[in-house]
C-alpha cells in the first residue's frame, strides 16, 4: 500500500481545513466530508437495527418527512455523493459543518423521523444547498443544484420548503455553536486513535486529472445559468 493511503487524518488538520481550506492550494477533497460520511453512515446503521429491534411494533412516521423519500434507492455511497456535491458546487468545508448541524436540529425536532438508505441523498442534498445558502455570499441556483444531486428543480424546490417549514426555519449559527459541531467532528475523528481514510483518500493522478475537468465544467455551468 502506499504511504499516502496509510495516512490518518488528524484532529489539527481537520479544524486547518474548516477554518483555511483553499481551492487553489489544496487540490484534494475537504477532510469534513469524509468524516460527515462516516458519521451518516452510522447513523443509518443504527437506524436499522432500531428498526429490526422494533419489527414487532408500529413505527409512527410524520407524512411531511416522506418528502425525502425516493421510489429508488441511488446506487451512489454517502461518501462518493457528497465528493460529488463538493466537486460541482466547491461549497466551502464550513457549510458541511453548518449542514451537519442542521441535520442535527432537523432530527431532534423531527424524532420519527430517521436518515437510511432511500432519504439520505435527497436529505443530504437538501441540507448541503440551504447551509450554502446561509454560509457562502455566492451561490448556484437550486436549478444547479438540482442537477448536481440529480433531481428536477421542482424537486428540490420542494424539498427545500418542507425542510425550512419542518426545521422552524431555525437557520441561524452563531460562533459557539459552529465550534462546538467543529470540536465533534474532531472527537469523531480522534476516535481509536485516528480515523484512517484508506478509502477515502484518492490518489494525486486521479485528483489531478479531476480538476482540469471541473475547471472546464464549472466555467460552463456559470455561463449556463
Same mark, same amino acid.
Given at each position: 500500500?502506499?504511504?499516502? &493511503?496509510?495516512?490518518?487524518? *488528524?484532529?489539527?488538520?481537520?479544524?486547518?481545513?474548516?477554518?483555511?481550506?483553499?481551492?487553489?492550494?489544496?487540490?484534494?477533497?475537504?477532510?469534513?466530508?469524509?468524516?460527515?460520511?462516516? &458519521?451518516?453512515?452510522?447513523? $443509518?446503521?443504527?437506524?436499522?437495527?432500531?428498526?429490526?429491534? %422494533?419489527?414487532?411494533?408500529?413505527?409512527?412516521?410524520?407524512?411531511?418527512?416522506?418528502? !425525502?423519500?425516493?421510489?429508488?434507492?441511488?446506487?451512489?455511497?454517502?461518501?462518493?455523493?457528497?465528493?460529488?456535491?463538493?466537486?460541482?458546487?466547491?461549497? /466551502?468545508?464550513?457549510?458541511?459543518?453548518?449542514?451537519?448541524?442542521?441535520?442535527?436540529? !432537523? %432530527?431532534?425536532?423531527?424524532?420519527?423521523?430517521?436518515?437510511?438508505?432511500?432519504?439520505?441523498?435527497? !436529505?443530504?442534498?437538501?441540507?448541503? $444547498?440551504?447551509?450554502?445558502?446561509?454560509?457562502?455570499?455566492?451561490?448556484?441556483?437550486? *436549478?444547479?443544484?438540482?442537477?448536481? /444531486?440529480?433531481?428536477?428543480?421542482?424537486?428540490?424546490?420542494?424539498?427545500?420548503?418542507?425542510?425550512?417549514?419542518? $426545521?422552524? !426555519?431555525?437557520?441561524?449559527?452563531?460562533?459557539?455553536?459552529?465550534?462546538?459541531? %467543529? %470540536?465533534?467532528?474532531?472527537?469523531?475523528?480522534?476516535?481509536? /486513535? /485516528?480515523?484512517?481514510?484508506?478509502?477515502?483518500?484518492?490518489?494525486?493522478?486521479?485528483?489531478? *486529472?479531476?480538476?482540469?475537468?471541473?475547471?472546464?465544467?464549472?466555467?460552463?455551468?456559470?455561463?449556463?445559468?
Amino acid at each position: 500500500m502506499p504511504p499516502a &493511503l496509510s495516512l490518518a487524518i *488528524s484532529p489539527r488538520k481537520l479544524r486547518s481545513d474548516v477554518y483555511s481550506y483553499s481551492y487553489q492550494r489544496d487540490s484534494s477533497t475537504p477532510l469534513v466530508i469524509s468524516v460527515l460520511a462516516s &458519521l451518516i453512515e452510522r447513523t $443509518m446503521v443504527r437506524n436499522e437495527r432500531l428498526v429490526k429491534d %422494533c419489527s414487532s411494533l408500529e413505527l409512527t412516521r410524520d407524512a411531511r418527512t416522506r418528502v !425525502f423519500d425516493c421510489h429508488k434507492t441511488p446506487d451512489m455511497t454517502i461518501q462518493s455523493y457528497l465528493e460529488r456535491i463538493f466537486r460541482y458546487t466547491r461549497a /466551502g468545508p464550513s457549510v458541511y459543518v453548518v449542514a451537519y448541524v442542521y441535520i442535527d436540529r !432537523f %432530527c431532534q425536532g423531527n424524532p420519527v423521523f430517521r436518515i437510511n438508505a432511500r432519504n439520505v441523498h435527497r !436529505f443530504l442534498i437538501t441540507a448541503i $444547498m440551504v447551509a450554502s445558502k446561509y454560509v457562502e455570499d455566492m451561490n448556484y441556483r437550486n *436549478s444547479y443544484f438540482a442537477r448536481v /444531486g440529480g433531481l428536477t428543480t421542482y424537486e428540490l424546490n420542494k424539498l427545500e420548503l418542507e425542510f425550512l417549514f419542518l $426545521m422552524g !426555519f431555525k437557520l441561524h449559527v452563531n460562533v459557539s455553536v459552529f465550534e462546538s459541531y %467543529c %470540536c465533534h467532528l474532531e472527537r469523531e475523528v480522534s476516535v481509536g /486513535g /485516528g480515523y484512517h481514510i484508506e478509502t477515502t483518500l484518492r490518489c494525486a493522478e486521479e485528483i489531478k *486529472s479531476k480538476q482540469n475537468e471541473d475547471r472546464r465544467y464549472n466555467q460552463i455551468a456559470r455561463i449556463m445559468l
